[in-house]
């Protein structure tokens, strides 16, 4: 029988570190690299709920949720190709700086099941 290999240790960027250390002692989230360099990921179940990409958080929420942030100018639409063509249940976080934590928390209830408006 092989030894399971250890993922590498991630370093966590300053701008990701509270929200994963929010998420540090739950043993349903995963923090793994993403693809892209300083591109990380918390997982549940085995699907991202948000992520650090390009310096920027990018939460999975609900479209009508989504739509609601953009309208309130929190972020936008998120465009992984740079074709526009939009993910709706995403959001990349942008100008002010709104709660981290609070999105993260947000997205992760979302993306396990459980019931957020």
Do not use: C
């Amino acid at each position: 029988m092989r030894a399971r290999k250890q993922p590498e240790p991630v370093q966590v960027p300053k701008s990701f570190e509270k929200v994963a250390a929010a998420f540090s002692k739950d043993r349903q989230v995963s923090l793994e690299k993403g693809w892209g360099a300083g591109n990380l990921v918390l997982k549940t179940k085995g699907k991202i709920f948000v992520m650090l990409h390009k310096g920027e958080l990018v939460a999975k929420l609900p479209e009508s949720r989504v739509d609601e942030l953009v309208d309130d100018g929190v972020g936008h639409q998120f465009d992984p190709r740079g074709d526009g063509r939009l993910m709706k249940e995403w959001l990349v976080v942008a100008g002010r700086k709104p709660n981290w934590v609070g999105l993260a928390r947000e997205a992760y209830r979302f993306v396990k099941g459980d019931q957020i408006k």
